[in-house]
Protein backbone atom coordinates (compact mmCIF):
# COMPACT_ATOMS: atom_id res chain seq x y z
CA UNK A 1 0.00 0.00 0.00
CA UNK A 2 1.28 3.40 -0.85
CA UNK A 3 1.34 6.47 1.19
CA UNK A 4 -0.10 10.34 0.64
CA UNK A 5 3.05 12.49 -0.13
CA UNK A 6 2.79 15.86 0.98
CA UNK A 7 4.69 17.89 -1.47
CA UNK A 8 4.64 21.28 -0.67
CA UNK A 9 2.73 23.22 1.69
CA UNK A 10 2.11 27.06 1.79
CA UNK A 11 0.67 28.72 5.18
CA UNK A 12 -2.96 30.94 4.67
CA UNK A 13 -2.84 31.56 8.46
CA UNK A 14 -0.74 31.53 11.22
CA UNK A 15 -0.55 33.33 14.95
CA UNK A 16 1.22 32.19 18.23
CA UNK A 17 -1.61 29.27 19.05
CA UNK A 18 -2.16 27.63 15.12
CA UNK A 19 -0.58 27.78 11.41
CA UNK A 20 -2.91 26.82 8.89
CA UNK A 21 -1.42 25.60 5.70
CA UNK A 22 -2.29 24.20 2.50
CA UNK A 23 -0.58 21.20 1.61
CA UNK A 24 -0.18 19.69 -2.38
CA UNK A 25 -0.39 16.28 -1.71
CA UNK A 26 0.19 13.15 -4.21
CA UNK A 27 -1.85 10.40 -3.57
CA UNK A 28 -0.61 6.93 -4.54
CA UNK A 29 -2.40 6.78 -8.01
CA UNK A 30 -0.51 10.40 -8.85
CA UNK A 31 -3.17 12.63 -8.91
CA UNK A 32 -2.57 15.85 -6.65
CA UNK A 33 -5.03 17.44 -4.13
CA UNK A 34 -5.54 20.19 -1.78
CA UNK A 35 -5.50 19.71 1.66
CA UNK A 36 -5.77 21.58 5.05
CA UNK A 37 -2.98 20.97 7.48
CA UNK A 38 -3.61 22.76 10.96
CA UNK A 39 -0.36 22.71 12.42
CA UNK A 40 -0.85 23.14 16.43
CA UNK A 41 2.05 22.18 19.51
CA UNK A 42 1.57 19.91 21.47
CA UNK A 43 -0.69 19.72 24.35
CA UNK A 44 -0.23 18.46 28.21
CA UNK A 45 -3.49 16.58 29.71
CA UNK A 46 -3.55 16.00 33.22
CA UNK A 47 -5.71 14.20 35.95
CA UNK A 48 -5.07 12.74 39.48
CA UNK A 49 -7.15 9.64 40.94
CA UNK A 50 -7.61 9.12 44.82
CA UNK A 51 -7.71 6.32 46.31
CA UNK A 52 -11.43 5.67 46.21
CA UNK A 53 -11.00 5.79 42.41
CA UNK A 54 -11.92 9.63 42.16
CA UNK A 55 -10.70 11.62 39.32
CA UNK A 56 -10.66 15.66 39.63
CA UNK A 57 -12.32 17.31 36.09
CA UNK A 58 -13.52 20.28 34.95
CA UNK A 59 -16.61 20.92 34.28
CA UNK A 60 -16.75 23.63 31.44
CA UNK A 61 -18.71 24.98 28.50
CA UNK A 62 -17.17 25.30 24.99
CA UNK A 63 -18.93 27.81 23.21
CA UNK A 64 -17.60 26.19 19.95
CA UNK A 65 -19.22 23.70 19.92
CA UNK A 66 -22.28 25.14 22.71
CA UNK A 67 -21.86 22.11 25.05
CA UNK A 68 -20.98 21.94 28.67
CA UNK A 69 -19.06 19.08 29.49
CA UNK A 70 -16.55 17.16 31.99
CA UNK A 71 -12.77 17.71 31.01
CA UNK A 72 -9.17 17.47 31.92
CA UNK A 73 -6.97 20.23 32.35
CA UNK A 74 -4.82 20.53 29.49
CA UNK A 75 -2.36 23.46 27.58
CA UNK A 76 0.02 23.79 25.17
CA UNK A 77 3.33 22.54 25.99
CA UNK A 78 5.96 25.39 25.59
CA UNK A 79 8.83 25.03 23.02
CA UNK A 80 11.71 22.67 24.76
CA UNK A 81 9.61 22.35 27.93
CA UNK A 82 8.72 18.79 29.25
CA UNK A 83 5.38 17.70 28.70
CA UNK A 84 4.83 16.30 31.65
CA UNK A 85 6.37 19.62 33.53
CA UNK A 86 3.50 21.26 31.56
CA UNK A 87 0.93 18.80 32.36
CA UNK A 88 1.39 19.76 35.97
CA UNK A 89 1.48 22.99 35.80
CA UNK A 90 -1.33 22.96 34.12
CA UNK A 91 -3.50 20.70 36.50
CA UNK A 92 -2.17 23.30 39.02
CA UNK A 93 -3.18 26.51 37.40
CA UNK A 94 -6.75 25.01 36.40
CA UNK A 95 -7.66 22.97 39.80
CA UNK A 96 -5.43 24.91 42.56
CA UNK A 97 -4.50 21.21 43.33
CA UNK A 98 -0.64 20.04 43.02
CA UNK A 99 -0.02 16.76 41.61
CA UNK A 100 2.51 14.00 42.52
CA UNK A 101 4.42 12.85 40.36
CA UNK A 102 2.98 12.55 36.66
CA UNK A 103 3.29 9.30 35.01
CA UNK A 104 2.48 9.12 30.80
CA UNK A 105 -1.38 7.23 30.39
CA UNK A 106 -1.28 7.65 26.57
CA UNK A 107 -1.03 9.57 23.90
CA UNK A 108 -3.27 10.72 21.16
CA UNK A 109 -3.89 12.27 17.71
CA UNK A 110 -7.44 13.49 18.00
CA UNK A 111 -7.62 14.46 14.24
CA UNK A 112 -5.03 12.98 12.35
CA UNK A 113 -6.15 13.52 8.92
CA UNK A 114 -6.02 17.27 9.53
CA UNK A 115 -4.13 18.13 12.34
CA UNK A 116 -0.93 18.06 14.20
CA UNK A 117 -2.53 18.27 17.39
CA UNK A 118 -1.01 15.63 19.49
CA UNK A 119 -2.27 15.62 23.17
CA UNK A 120 0.23 13.29 25.67
CA UNK A 121 -2.19 12.16 28.46
CA UNK A 122 -0.43 12.13 32.31
CA UNK A 123 -1.91 11.02 35.86
CA UNK A 124 -1.10 10.78 39.37
CA UNK A 125 -2.33 9.50 42.45
CA UNK A 126 -1.81 11.50 44.60
CA UNK A 127 -2.07 16.20 44.64
CA UNK A 128 -1.55 18.23 47.53
CA UNK A 129 -4.51 21.17 47.87
CA UNK A 130 -2.52 24.31 47.31
CA UNK A 131 -5.69 26.89 47.00
CA UNK A 132 -7.53 28.37 44.56
CA UNK A 133 -6.97 27.67 40.61
CA UNK A 134 -5.06 30.40 39.36
CA UNK A 135 -7.21 29.40 35.88
CA UNK A 136 -10.64 29.30 37.28
CA UNK A 137 -11.91 31.55 34.75
CA UNK A 138 -11.59 28.52 32.89
CA UNK A 139 -14.42 26.22 34.65
CA UNK A 140 -17.61 26.62 36.31
CA UNK A 141 -16.37 23.57 38.75
CA UNK A 142 -13.96 20.78 39.37
CA UNK A 143 -15.41 17.93 41.09
CA UNK A 144 -13.88 14.55 42.43
CA UNK A 145 -15.74 12.23 39.76
CA UNK A 146 -16.33 8.48 40.29
CA UNK A 147 -14.46 6.49 37.67
CA UNK A 148 -17.01 4.14 37.91
CA UNK A 149 -19.02 6.88 36.61
CA UNK A 150 -17.13 7.53 33.34
CA UNK A 151 -18.82 4.99 31.07
CA UNK A 152 -22.25 6.52 31.89
CA UNK A 153 -20.96 9.97 31.31
CA UNK A 154 -19.50 9.38 28.58
CA UNK A 155 -22.45 7.68 26.88
CA UNK A 156 -25.01 10.72 27.73
CA UNK A 157 -22.54 13.07 26.12
CA UNK A 158 -21.21 14.62 29.43
CA UNK A 159 -17.53 13.85 28.68
CA UNK A 160 -17.27 14.50 25.11
CA UNK A 161 -13.34 15.94 24.54
CA UNK A 162 -11.25 13.43 23.03
CA UNK A 163 -8.40 13.10 25.11
CA UNK A 164 -10.75 12.88 28.33
CA UNK A 165 -13.23 9.91 26.82
CA UNK A 166 -9.90 8.14 25.72
CA UNK A 167 -7.78 9.02 29.29
CA UNK A 168 -10.90 8.41 31.56
CA UNK A 169 -11.80 5.14 30.68
CA UNK A 170 -8.08 3.97 30.35
CA UNK A 171 -8.15 4.37 33.62
CA UNK A 172 -11.58 3.24 34.44
CA UNK A 173 -10.19 0.04 33.20
CA UNK A 174 -6.94 0.13 34.73
CA UNK A 175 -8.17 0.90 38.21
CA UNK A 176 -11.97 -0.61 38.48
CA UNK A 177 -12.73 -2.35 35.33
CA UNK A 178 -9.87 -5.35 35.14
CA UNK A 179 -6.84 -4.15 33.98
CA UNK A 180 -3.56 -6.28 33.78
CA UNK A 181 -2.30 -4.65 36.85
CA UNK A 182 -5.25 -2.64 38.50
CA UNK A 183 -2.76 0.31 39.02
Request: hydrophobic share 45%; net charge negative; no cysteine.
Amino acid sequence: MSEWRNLSERTVYENRWVTVNMADVELPDGRHLDHTVIRLRPVAVATVVNEANEALLLWRHRFITGAWGWELPSGGTGVGEDPAAAAAREFEEETGWRPGPMQLLLAVDPMPGISTSHHRVYWSDRAERVGEPRDGFESARREWVALAAVPELVARGEIRSANAVAALLMLHHLRIGGGADNT
